[in-house]
């Protein structure tokens, strides 16, 4: 399992097109991917699960990733997550 903590820096947080930009980027890979936030574990494959965690900009999340392309798995999301998720 490998992990990385990041500041989720989109004005509007992670609402639907982010949630959903991030969910569809993760679903190729094999790893299983979660976004922990305020301790709780969310799945990152998951649009409604990503919304239902209520992140705002500003927040500190952990993005876990296990499985046999966790690494490729966690830069794609620690990128996307650094780049504003589309917004």
């Known amino acids: 399992m490998v992990s990385e903590k990041v500041t ?9 097109r982010p949630a959903s930009l ?3 980027t993760l679903t190729p890979f094999t790893a299983d991917v979660k976004v ?18 209520c992140i705002k900009c500003g927040a500190e999340i952990e993005i876990k990733a296990d499985g046999p392309d966790e690494k490729e798995a966690l830069a794609k999301a620690v990128d996307l997550v650094k780049s504003g ?3």
């Not at 989720?8 to 639907?16: I, P, Q, Y």
């Not at 301790?39 to 699960?49: I, L, N, P, R």
């Open 8 to 16: 989720v820096v989109n004005a509007e947080g992670m609402h639907m």
């Open 22 to 24: 991030l969910s569809q």
């Open 36 to 53: 922990v936030f305020n301790g709780t574990e969310f799945d990152a494959k998951s649009v409604m699960m990503l919304m239902s965690a």
């Open 85 to 87: 998720l589309g917004d």
